[in-house]
């Protein structure tokens, strides 16, 4: 296994549009697994997307268990090609992101979503979730569109904050 480079903004792979995965196959195996390996050697870090490490296609993980402060969760998840189907109940919430790894924002995000998407196998899955799950799901989808949390934020001065190190 190898631990992969998260890009950094203002990195322009970051602001690419990720493409459909089609082929389920062990070179997805063997990048998953990377992957996977990338998020658990960043402490605290709850999600990662794939255009992150310079891969541009449409998959994200998901591990709300490694948070700071813990919140219900499902676990670890690997979404591929994700697609929101419902989402209700929007709130400003707290987000960073490793690849703007100076700053936090406040920014938008539904509460409560139903995701479809696809195993690793590729079979068709949904889940239906919320609080911070749901909402480190929304940040990661949005890299997959090349959407930072810099683009989603209209008053610096006011929804933009320098990152607390701990
Ligand atoms: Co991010």
């Given at each position: 296994m190898?631990?992969l480079?998260?890009?950094?903004y203002?990195?322009p792979?970051?602001?690419?549009?990720s493409?459909?995965?089609?082929?389920?196959?062990?070179?997805?195996?063997?990048?998953?697994?990377d992957?996977i390996?990338?998020?658990?050697?960043?402490?605290?870090?709850?999600?990662?997307?794939?255009?992150?490490?310079?891969?541009?296609?449409r998959?994200?993980?998901?591990?709300i268990?490694r948070?700071?402060?813990?919140?219900?969760?499902?676990?670890?998840?690997?979404?591929i090609?994700p697609?929101?189907?419902e989402?209700?109940?929007?709130?400003?919430?707290r987000e960073g992101c490793?690849?703007?790894?100076d700053?936090t924002?406040?920014v938008k995000?539904?509460m409560n979503i139903v995701?479809?998407y696809?195993?690793?196998?590729?079979?068709?899955?949904?889940?239906?979730?919320?609080?911070?799950?749901?909402?480190?799901?929304?940040?990661?989808?949005?890299?997959?569109?090349?959407?930072?949390?810099?683009?989603?934020i209209?008053?610096?001065a006011?929804?933009?904050?320098r990152?607390?190190?701990y």
């Amino acid at each position: 296994m190898t631990l992969l480079k998260v890009l950094e903004y203002p990195e322009p792979i970051l602001k690419q549009v990720s493409k459909e995965v089609v082929q389920f196959d062990s070179s997805l195996e063997i990048f998953l697994s990377d992957f996977i390996e990338t998020l658990n050697s960043h402490k605290y870090c709850v999600g990662l997307a794939a255009p992150q490490v310079g891969n541009l296609q449409r998959i994200i993980a998901i591990d709300i268990s490694r948070a700071r402060k813990p919140h219900p969760n499902n676990g670890p998840l690997i979404l591929i090609n994700p697609k929101i189907l419902e989402s209700s109940n929007f709130k400003n919430v707290r987000e960073g992101c490793l690849s703007i790894p100076d700053f936090t924002a406040n920014v938008k995000r539904a509460m409560n979503i139903v995701v479809a998407y696809q195993n690793v196998q590729g079979e068709a899955k949904t889940l239906a979730t919320k609080d911070f799950e749901a909402h480190a799901i929304q940040h990661e989808m949005d890299h997959l569109d090349g959407i930072l949390f810099l683009d989603k934020i209209s008053n610096p001065a006011s929804e933009l904050f320098r990152r607390v190190k701990y």
